[in-house]
């Protein structure tokens, strides 16, 4: 795990309300970055958090860079499905779906429904939108800021094929 965090650029690890550094010093998780933080909910596969992470960057702080990192967790999102559908892995789409779905403990009780196909196509119709939306909002903010963070998200998925939306490129973190 400490590896697979170091290869993808993470230099903290999230365990309750607190954070452990890269060399050992024990930190509370709000003195982590956005990015990191939305970083380790990629790799735990939490994008709903990922996203509420992403939108609360660009409340407190819009930016290209923050628009464009919501559109890497919805175009994340678009691409996990895609890849556990050619797996047949339904089990795991619906695991998704619940993880998006679910936002309080009510939802225990009333919980939502849908067949996992179903549930596919209505979540990556929906984050293909949003990513749209997001995208050009960017775009507006600063385009050359955008079209640098496309080439790097675009070397990164090319690097890394059958995982990339399991964490921001590299550069992103820096």
Request: hydrophobic share 40%.
């Amino acid at each position: 795990m400490k590896r697979m965090l170091a290869a993808l650029g993470l230099s903290m690890i999230v365990a309750g309300p607190f954070a452990v550094e890269g060399h050992g010093q024990v930190v509370p998780v709000s003195r982590t970055s956005g990015i990191e933080r939305t970083g380790l909910f990629l790799l735990a596969g939490d994008y709903r958090r990922a996203l509420e992470a992403c939108e609360q960057a660009i409340q407190e702080r819009p930016s290209a860079e923050a628009y464009l990192q919501l559109t890497y967790v919805y175009q994340a999102i678009d691409a996990y499905l895609e890849q556990l559908s050619k797996d047949e892995s339904w089990t795991a789409v619906e695991q998704l779906y619940l993880n998006l779905a679910y936002r309080h403990t009510e939802d225990l009780v009333d919980p939502p429904g849908g067949l996992a196909r179903m549930a596919k196509e209505m979540i990556q119709t929906s984050v293909r939108q949003q990513s749209d939306v997001s995208a050009a909002m960017a775009v507006r903010l600063n385009r050359a800021t955008a079209d640098r963070l496309w080439q790097e998200q675009a070397q990164w998925r090319h690097t890394h094929p059958t995982e990339w939306w399991r964490a921001f490129p590299d550069s992103w973190g820096r």
